[in-house]
């Protein structure tokens, strides 16, 4: 075996495929996936290219290979604990789109593991999907691997796709690394998913078929090729190291973590996992954050602040005061950066973006860890295995600590968690919220059932004074026909002028009347566009099936459209001076004033705020 390091390696792919078997070259795509809404990051050299396997785009050559930058995350928790786990990874690949297929594909696969990587044939073993005679008989007659190492394996095993897209049947190409390896003596084929043994390096797709969002498989026009090689997997392969995190690029990143810690890579198990969390992890940031995304509470920034937060309390677990994740990550960009020259240009605000989410959570891990360790410490000392439902909840609530780190540890010490009770405290506070809510404006929508009342006819866009018909009265939840003087209660009309609450904007007010009675509405719900305007009255009475003027405040409700306009206004101009990767979280708007909630990754500077309120007075 030829030991190349990781750059040399890929390198020696690319020029395989691009030079001598005339493949378009690609650079990576960034990891954030471009007009593809059914996938949150880029997960395979693949996926950046769909529209050349459906024929949406085209290509020279009909060929491309690529070596993709990729992160996943379903198997986070086993990053550091085995041998092959991470969570960002480099892809080489190389792409048929309906040019060669399945004799190319597996003899070229073959030609460059033994000729240019120079593996020992006797150390390969494949797989294929059950009925695929096609690739089974390439692997044994043009390639003649012995018939014992060629696996026929079912639709779970041998058939690759995502969500939806290009997706077929696949053949992988496994690696034995020696019986040294074995975790038991039945370890002797490829198939056990608990085993570091057989490393499956190399996987080859007939890209046959489109798969649509109800799961049909349409037959692509025609058939393409998609393999894959972990560029980390084999690099461990041919460097002879016993996991991809001793592979030649991350030594000097490991070389830092010990440097901040003081702790020695393999010298104690568990010290071990801790550094290589934070190695996969402080690579994955990097490339999320220099590909634009930042950390916040959902989708992808959500994924990018569960990395950074794992990665900070495994610092922890290893006696790191305070931040440490920059030195880190700049190892990370030195590293890196031969390949891709925008982490130089990006660093500085990579290191800012990841210290400041680091900062932010400090706090938070800090008192939560404490109190969570003492609790582990009092089932410990009490036999106990099961940590009750609402202390998690109290940790998540007071402390702000997420519910997947309580577990997590828990987990590391062999401990359960009674997540039926931590749902319950969620729902009861939910309740609690409902309630507080319910109490404020004297009633509640939640028990009331619309079935069988006729929705109203809003005409309060222009409108504001309209004469309609009072169909229903409620007391409290009684249904009546009329209330009087000083009571409170619900009216219902087959039309109405006034706005609801909703969207955080205040109903209208205002007054219904007419000869008989006169009642103030003081508040206006809708349910299922029945409109429930709440109304106490002030003179007479007030009855069913008798026609009223229904009169919108109107000075009040000029004065909420205005703050409704302004909010607009100011979402519009925090996009234009912060970037569009604000997302609205909430709003309020009423007569007096507005607020707008949004979710941004650092606090405003006074030159923001003053731009952002320039442009809004001057529109
Ligand atoms: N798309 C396949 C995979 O991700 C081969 O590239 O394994």
Not at 59 to 77: F, H, L, M, P, W
Not at 118 to 145: H, S
Not at 174 to 195: K, L, T, W
Not at 426 to 432: H, I, Y
Request: one cysteine or more; proline letters at 2%.
């Amino acid at each position: 075996m030829k030991n190349l390091g990781m750059n040399d390696l890929r390198k020696s792919y690319i020029d395989f495929f691009g030079k001598e078997k005339g493949h378009t070259i690609l650079k990576s795509f960034p990891l954030i996936p471009q007009n593809d809404e059914s996938l949150l990051l880029i997960n395979a050299g693949m996926a950046p290219l769909k529209q050349y396997f459906t024929g949406e785009k085209k290509i020279k050559n009909n060929r491309a290979t690529s070596s993709q930058r990729c992160v996943r995350t379903g198997d986070i928790e086993r990053v550091g604990k085995t041998e092959r786990h991470g969570t960002y990874f480099e892809m080489l690949g190389n792409f048929s789109f309906g040019d060669y297929f399945k004799r190319e594909a597996i003899t070229w696969a073959y030609e460059f593991l033994t000729k240019k990587v120079e593996i020992d044939r006797n150390d390969l073993w494949v797989t294929v999907y059950l009925n695929d005679d096609e690739a089974y008989n390439i692997w044994k007659d043009e390639v003649g691997i012995s018939p014992d190492r060629i696996l026929r394996q079912d639709k779970d095993e041998n058939f690759w796709e995502l969500e939806v897209g290009p997706c077929g049947p696949c053949s992988e190409i496994y690696v034995d690394r020696g019986p040294d390896h074995a975790i038991d003596e039945n370890d002797n084929a490829p198939g056990n998913d608990n085993s570091d043994r057989f490393l499956e390096i190399w996987n080859l797709v007939f890209t046959q078929f489109n798969k649509d969002i109800e799961g049909n498989y349409i037959p692509l026009a025609h058939p393409n090729i998609d393999t894959g090689m972990g560029l980390e997997r084999i690099a461990m392969v041919v460097q002879q190291k016993d996991n991809i995190f001793e592979i030649d690029v991350m030594q000097d990143i490991i070389s830092e973590i010990e440097k901040v810690s003081g702790v020695k890579y393999k010298e104690n198990k568990k010290c071990d996992v801790s550094i290589r969390v934070i190695a996969d992890h402080a690579k994955a940031m990097t490339f999320l954050v220099s590909d634009g995304i930042i950390p916040s509470n959902e989708k992808r920034g959500y994924v990018l602040r569960r990395l950074i937060r794992r990665a900070y309390r495994h610092g922890k677990l290893l006696g790191i005061k305070g931040e440490f994740l920059s030195q880190i990550v700049s190892e990370v960009i030195e590293t890196y950066k031969v390949e891709y020259e925008e982490l130089e240009t990006n660093k500085d605000n990579i290191i800012k973006i990841i210290t400041d989410e680091e900062e932010r959570f400090q706090h938070t891990i800090d008192s939560g860890l404490e109190r969570l360790n003492s609790l582990i410490d009092e089932m410990k000392k009490n036999g106990e295995t099961v940590l009750d439902g609402s202390e998690a909840f109290k940790l998540y609530d007071t402390y702000g600590f997420p519910l997947d780190l309580t577990k997590e540890i828990l987990n590391e010490e062999n401990f359960d968690l009674d997540e039926n009770k931590f749902s319950e405290e969620m729902e009861n506070q939910r309740q609690l919220a409902r309630n507080a809510r319910k109490s404020d404006s004297g009633w509640s929508l939640d028990n009331i059932v619309t079935d069988g009342i006729d929705p109203t006819e809003f005409v309060g866009y222009d409108i504001l004074k309209v004469e309609a018909n009072i169909s229903n009265i409620f007391d409290e939840s009684e249904n009546i026909s009329s209330l009087n003087k000083g009571d409170k209660g619900i009216i219902l009309s087959d039309r109405t002028s006034f706005y609801a609450q909703g969207g955080g904007q205040v109903a209208d007010t205002g007054f219904i009347y007419n000869q008989g009675g006169k009642a103030k509405v003081t508040d206006v719900q809708k349910k299922n566009d029945v409109f429930f305007h709440s109304v106490e009255v002030v003179e007479g009475e007030i009855k069913t099936n008798q026609k009223y003027t229904f009169k919108v405040d109107q000075e009040r409700r000029y004065d909420i459209t205005r703050n409704h306009s302004a909010t607009h206004l100011l979402d519009q101009a925090l996009r234009d001076v912060l970037g569009d990767e604000i997302t609205q979280a909430g709003s309020l708007v009423d007569e007096n004033r507005l607020r707008f909630d949004f979710t941004y990754n650092e606090s405003l500077t006074s030159e923001e705020k003053r731009k952002i309120e320039d442009i809004i007075n001057k529109k």
